[in-house]
Nanobody
């Protein structure tokens, strides 16, 4: 399985970007996709996650109302639409994909890095003030 993240760049505060994560080599049909980020000098943190089946989503509080995670099942692609960007959103953004661990798990269970089997290479988002 390979994940290819793209869409990062430099944007002014208040602007928007859309990140994409294309997955290839997936052999199972039920997935969970997510975005994490790592700011300079900080640990990687969870941003958002989405369940392939049903589209349930979960976000970290700091991005609620500004970021939207979505997926195109036919293209095996996960997106992160980022609006109203702030300088504190500056980070390398990583996508991750996992086989659904259990249909009984709440989508919020997928906020932990350990839940994910596959990771993309990261794409840099820089928000200038």
């Amino acid at each position: 399985v390979q994940l290819q993240a793209s869409g990062g760049g430099l944007v002014q505060a208040g602007g928007s970007l859309r990140l994409s994560c294309a997955a290839s080599g997936l052999t199972f049909s039920i997935y969970v996709g997510a975005w994490f980020r790592q700011a300079p000098g900080k640990e990687r943190e969870f941003v958002a996650t989405i369940r392939w089946s049903g589209g349930n989503t979960y976000y970290v509080d700091s991005v609620k109302g500004r970021f939207t995670i979505s997926r195109d099942s036919a293209k095996n692609t996960v997106y992160l639409q980022m609006n109203s960007l702030k300088p504190e959103d500056t980070a390398v953004y990583y996508c991750a994909v996992s086989k659904e661990k259990s249909i009984y798990y709440s989508i919020s269970n997928y906020r932990w890095e350990s839940m994910y089997d596959y990771w993309g290479q990261g794409t840099l988002v820089t928000v200038s003030s």
